[in-house]
């Protein structure tokens, strides 16, 4: 078993930059995929950006490509996403999840791990 606990969210200005930090414990050797989701009350699960553990290959949505970048750090079992330039169109609840064998990024994926998630306001 996996468990994710995210943290850095809060309340930001439009334009100044946050980082939303995941942590990760448990079984992680077999994952090989980890992203970034968000959702809103009343939409979707929105796919944010994923990150492949092996290849280090990422992938953004064009909602944030360009001013979000999904990083990690397998040693510390971390994975981050720098928010440059946020917008108040971000304010969401931002969940960190993980999974095998798929990294998919659109089409509301069902992940195999997730976290509790952390808000994110930009106001």
């Known amino acids: 078993h996996v468990q994710l606990v995210e943290s850095g969210g809060g309340t930001a200005q439009p334009g100044r930059s946050l980082r939303l930090s995941c942590a990760a414990s448990?079984?992680?050797?077999?994952?090989?995929?980890l992203g970034w989701f968000r959702q809103t009350p009343g939409k979707e699960r929105e796919g944010v950006a994923t990150i492949s553990t092996d290849t280090y290959s990422t992938y953004s949505s064009e909602a944030v490509k360009g001013r979000f970048t999904i990083s990690r750090d397998n040693t510390r079992k971390m994975v981050y996403l720098q928010m440059d330039s946020p917008e108040p169109e971000d304010t969401a609840m931002y969940y960190c999840?993980?999974?095998?064998?798929?990294?998919?990024?659109?089409?509301?994926?069902?992940?195999?791990?997730w976290g509790q998630g952390t808000q994110v306001t930009v106001s």
């Open positions: 999840a993980a999974n095998f064998p798929i990294c998919a990024l659109h089409g509301n994926p069902d992940y195999r791990y």
């Open positions: 448990g079984n992680t050797y077999s994952l090989n995929c």
